[in-house]
């Protein structure tokens, strides 16, 4: 199920693949003080950078195969009537392509990713901690496309074609009907338009995801927000703005530019957790975060988001105060979360 990701990270450790502990604030990770500190979302912008040689990884201070509570997030169900998760706030990331063009990103945490079965074998290919993404492109302030993220790929569809759904007493206003609604697959996250079984990686349907009306997440009621723009025209930097929350991501700090791993590093084969197959390891590594997902390319496609650098503009005012919430959130996008543990 969806998890809150402050409450996520008070459940690890930052450490290197080989397990050494990374310090924090110069302190000694061997201190006993040290070691009961818990890990806060604005401790990740503390974090050394990583490499392809040197991977940071956020790993569990328990077993993570026995289901704690924060693997499991049970208790993250969506209000019948609202569509709220109180406790699990999405991320919204907005970029100004300009001529017209604003990209809104949804993405959604879930506390652990169940991978599928191949053949009746498996799961493989679990990993602690997932993010999943959607897009809604505007033009001129009207949805265009709507792009869902799916196993390392995703597909893209006109907005105006895609089913759509609304719930009273949200305390927003959502009760036009313009929320478009994707479809969760069970244990994997992965995004579709519609339920059902859906094929994916192996030929005939060998490998897949499927997807039901389970419960309706309405992120829009629970979201941090915030602007990826550039900065002297190459950097990019990240602006807090205003969620659902006032001031919620000032507290939290720059977390997003955590480039490290949201999990446990690939387990190895010795450990008795660990099973191997043909197709994947049962455990693998842990996701990275929303600013490794290709914010700023152009062109919205079936299989990924591709497309050369576009050039960005603030979508703030003159006092930069962040319009997020009058300009982007009229279409919000509603989740529903297939059944089992999602």
């Not at 679990?126 to 949805?143: A, I, M, N, Q, T």
């Not at 005939?204 to 900065?231: H, K, M, V």
């Not at 929303?290 to 079936?302: D, H």
């Not at 603030?314 to 979360?337: F, G, P, Q, S």
Request: net charge negative; aromatic share 14%.
């Amino acid at each position: 199920m969806p998890y809150n990701i402050e409450k996520y990270v008070q459940n690890f450790k930052p450490t290197w693949r080989n397990g050494t502990t990374i310090n924090i604030d110069g302190k000694d990770p061997e201190d006993p003080d040290y070691k009961t500190q818990k890990l806060h979302l604005r401790d990740l912008e503390k974090l050394p950078n990583s490499t392809p040689d040197e991977m940071v990884f956020l790993t569990s201070l328990q077993d993570f195969d026995k289901d704690p509570e924060f693997i499991t997030g049970k208790h993250n169900i969506p209000n019948y009537y609202t569509g709220e998760i109180k406790d699990a706030p999405a991320v919204l990331i907005v970029t100004d392509k300009g001529n017209g063009w604003v990209d809104a990103y949804w993405f959604y945490f879930y506390s652990f990713n169940l991978g599928p079965f191949v053949m009746g074998f498996g799961p493989f290919g679990d990993h602690v901690g997932d993010w999943e993404h959607s897009l809604v492109r505007f033009y001129k302030g009207e949805p265009v496309v709507v792009w869902m993220s799916a196993h390392g790929g995703g597909g893209a569809y006109f907005y105006k074609h895609m089913e759509k759904e609304s719930l009273e007493k949200t305390g927003v206003g959502f009760s036009n009907g313009k929320q478009p609604v994707i479809f969760s697959a069970r244990g994997t996250h992965a995004n579709y338009p519609s339920t059902g079984q859906h094929g994916h990686d192996l030929p005939y349907a060998i490998l897949s995801d499927f997807t039901d009306r389970g419960g309706l997440w309405n992120p829009a009621l629970n979201y941090l927000a915030y602007t990826y723009t550039p900065e002297d025209g190459i950097e990019l930097k990240v602006i807090q703005a205003n969620g659902s929350h006032p001031f919620r991501e000032q507290e939290y700090g720059d977390w997003l530019y955590y480039d490290g791993a949201w999990g446990d590093p690939k387990l190895d084969p010795a450990d008795e957790r660990q099973h191997w197959s043909p197709f994947e390891w049962k455990y693998i590594d842990g996701p990275t975060g929303p600013l490794t997902k290709n914010l700023v390319l152009a062109n919205v496609q079936n299989g990924g988001i591709s497309g050369v650098v576009a050039t960005l503009g603030d979508i703030y005012n003159m006092v930069k105060v962040c319009l997020i919430r009058k300009e982007i959130t009229v279409v919000a996008v509603y989740t529903r979360i297939s059944r089992a543990l999602g």
